[in-house]
Structure formats: C-alpha cells, structure tokens
C-alpha cells in the first residue's frame, strides 16, 4: 500500500489496523518491519498521501477500493488441519466491511486465500451488507528482502474478477491505479479463480525447484559432486534457468509451505490424490533437509553433541529480512537442544523476544528451561567464543567478513564449520584449521560420517 502512494501522490492510501500499539510503530521513525527500502518509501508519503489509523470503521467508510492483507495462517485444529488455510480473519475483516460500508466498495484479496474464497467473502459481504461490493483477487509475488524493487517494477501484476459488466469495470479501475507506474502489458487480468490458484501454484513451482536441488546435494555428497556446478550446468539451459537452484539448508517464509499445504488439501478435497501427494513431497524435501544438515553435524561430531556449544549464525528464513516464519534455523535448534546441545544464536536483525517466542513454542519448553540450552548473542565473534561447532542458517553477507582466523583461536578443537547455506570461502576454512561440510560439495576427509 505504501508503494501506490508512494508513486500515486493524488491516491490517498489509509492503512488500518485494529492494534493501536501496531499503528503507533508504524507512525514512529522506527518502522515494525525491516525490509530494504522500505524506510524511505513511508517516510516519502507518510502524512502527505498516506496514513496509518486505528480508526477501522471511518476508513472503510471513506474508502473506494479496500485490500484486505490479513494474515492466513496453516489451521492448526479442526477439519483441514496441517494443510487448510484459517480464513477467519478474513471472514471477520469482511464481516467488519459489510457492516459498516454505506457505499458501494471494491473489496480486494490481497492475502494469500483457496480458490474460490472470493466467492464465499462475496456471499458473506452482499448476505450482511447495506451496499454492493465487487470482489478481486489481486494476489502479491513479492519476496521478502527485495519486496521494494518487486514492487517498484513487478513481473506482473495479477488482477481477477467476475466476467461480468460490475465485475470488469472494478478491475479495469484496479488496473489503472497500477498503470501509474506499471506498463499495461505486464497487468494481466483473468478470471477470479485463476487469479487466486495462480499464486498457489507459482509458489509451490519455486518452493519445488529448491527442494530438487536440495534432493540432488545429497546425490552430490554421496557421488562426490558439487551441487554448484551441477546447478550452473542445468541453469544454462535457457528452458530452466538459473533462478532458485541454489543448495541449502532449506526454504522457508509465510508463504512456501503454507501455500503448498493449501494446495495439497485443495487436491485432496477434489479426490486428486495422486496429485496432492506430488505437492505434498515437496515440503517433506524440505523438511529431510533440515533433518539431513542436523544429522551431518551430529555425526560429524562424533555422534553426539551433547553439551557442546554450537554457534547458530542467522535465524531468519532469509537475508535481509527480520522474518522468522518457518525459518529453517528453528528447526535445528530444535533438534540441537533434542541432543542437549549448547546453542548460541546470533542474527543481526531479528528482535531476541520473537527468538525466544519461536523456540519456546517449537521445543515446547518454558523460558526458563529453554535459557539452560540457548543463548542469544550480540555478534557473531560472541556467539562463536569457545564454540565446538559453528553453523550458517542464514546467507547475511555479514558472516561472509568475519575474521575467522581469529573466530578459529577462541573456539575449542578440533573447530568445525557447518555451512548451511554456501557463502563462504570452504577452501580458505580449510587452511585455517576448520573441518567444514557444506551442503552438496565433496565430503571434507576429516569429518566422520559413520
């Protein structure tokens, strides 16, 4: 929303929140998300053409076009849980709209939602409403880390609606807001089913790209290949391309798993089995990778690390993010304090209470017994001091400059390094002292793995 006031001055954009606490940080000089850029996008328009409010009900009232960006979140209980979406939130933001809306409204999905959802929100708006509402399907192909050069010059921009007269009118007017800076040829306009399937299926298609690269690591670590190069001479093929084939620890975020899982019960709910069964293996993928990374420092460490300090360098899901969604760092932790291993954990950018609000929900510990196994450190260099082991989580080019010479002499030995993600210099560890693994490369000939 920032963005269309950003770059429409005469558009006025209100965000509105129902916490007043959430509201008054986005007001203040210090911004409740980190992403690159976003900083200079508010403050340009803050208080000129965009307002932060808490005042829900004026805000629908005054507004012509409303998004609704609630979060959608994997049920946890009932019918469809482990895989369905939570719509609540999404009923109740429309439930809110239909009783207080006087005027006709275009309603926009921007939240990532199961076909067909617009058509139960459009039941639910004209069943309790006093007006007309229109319904599109308006979904995000942003990523974290980069959401503002996405936004500023997208690779489309993904508008559905009915194919009737109200219903093409409200998206040419969606439409127009976006060609302010968007070229038309890269608005596209559909139906609203395909709209919202659409970004379903382009996640599952880049979280599957990743989980088969990952799948061919391990063929690379047991065939003695290295899964860089295997990547750069697929990627070649201008039929596939080089994009998200990079080995790692494992995908993470709000998006990926969630939005495969709603795929997978979408099939299921339609008798394709055979089918959701193919989307589901990609989130199993991801979740052997985790497994296989633990397992490789265990055993690499001569099968135990019970009561050894491990230095976790990152716990967001991504660099240049504060986002711990999913983030593949709680699951080792996980597991590591499942071993009673020692961990300490640095990340430049995540708040320690959403650290600790993680692991305590992951590990289903209470703080207290939690702290008896994991610390949060203010640098890497603390993190690391008198560590047995370090491993990388996240890819933040901080950890690329670190002295690891000197992180080397206070660590205890022999020294091993755990590269979760492949951003660092494995030959120059190597002559350092530093036992590494890193994932899909040749196995280092010091590090057990029996």
């Known amino acids: ?76 209980v009932g019918l469809g849980a482990g895989r369905a979406a939570d719509l609540t939130f999404w009923e109740l933001a429309a439930r809110r709209i239909a009783s207080v809306a006087e005027t006709p409204k275009i309603v926009v999905e921007k939240s990532t939602v199961p076909i067909k959802t617009a058509e139960a929100i459009s039941a639910v708006l004209h069943a309790a409403g006093k007006t007309t509402f229109n319904v599109l399907s308006n979904p995000e192909f942003l990523a974290e880390g980069t959401a503002i050069e996405d936004l500023t010059a997208p690779d489309r921009v993904l508008i559905g609606g009915t194919t009737d007269e109200e ?53 690379c670590e047991a065939s003695g ?37 709603n795929l997978v019960y979408l099939c299921e709910s339609m008798g394709l089995a055979d089918v959701a069964e193919y989307f589901h293996w990609v989130v199993k993928m991801n979740d052997l990778q985790k497994s296989r990374f633990v397992g490789r420092i265990i055993h690499g460490m001569y099968n135990t690390v019970t009561r050894k300090r491990i230095a976790l360098l990152g716990f967001a899901f991504k660099k240049d993010t504060g986002d711990t969604r999913e983030s593949a760092a709680i699951d080792i932790c996980k597991q590591l304090i499942e071993e009673h291993a020692s961990v300490a954990i640095y990340d430049p950018k995540v708040d320690p209470e959403q650290i600790w609000m993680d692991l305590t929900q992951a590990c289903r510990m209470d703080l207290i017994e939690l702290k008896k196994w994991v610390s949060i450190t203010g640098s890497a260099a603390e993190a690391c001091a008198a560590a047995h082991a370090i491993a990388v989580a996240t890819e933040w080019d901080e950890f690329k400059d670190l002295d690891f010479e000197k992180i080397y002499e206070g660590m205890s030995k022999p020294s091993f390094l755990f590269d979760g993600r492949n951003i660092l210099d494995h030959k120059k560890l190597r002559k350092i002292g530093f036992v590494v693994y890193a994932i899909g490369k040749p196995l280092d000939s010091s590090l057990n793995t029996v």
């Open 167 to 219: 219903g093409l009118a409200a998206a040419k007017k969606l439409a127009d807001v976006y060609a302010r800076w968007v070229p038309r040829e890269r608005i596209l306009t559909t139906n609203v089913w395909s709209s919202e399937l659409s970004k379903l299926v382009a996640n599952s298609f880049l979280a599957q790209r990743v989980s088969s690269i990952n799948a061919v690591s391990a063929i």
């Open 225 to 261: 290949a290295d899964v860089d190069e295997v990547a750069r001479a697929v990627g070649m093929d201008s039929r596939i391309g080089p994009k998200f084939l990079k080995a790692s620890v494992g995908f993470g975020g709000s998006c990926f798993q969630k939005d495969i899982l």
């Open 1 to 76: 929303m920032a963005m269309i006031a950003y770059k429409c001055s005469d558009v006025k954009v209100t965000v509105l929140d129902i916490s007043a606490e959430r509201i008054a940080a986005w007001n203040s000089d210090n911004l409740p998300i980190y992403e690159p850029g976003l900083d200079e996008v508010v403050k340009a328009a803050r208080g000129k053409n965009l307002f932060f409010s808490d005042k829900v009900d004026d805000g629908i009232r005054e507004a012509d076009i409303i998004f609704v960006a609630v979060n959608t979140p994997t049920k946890k």
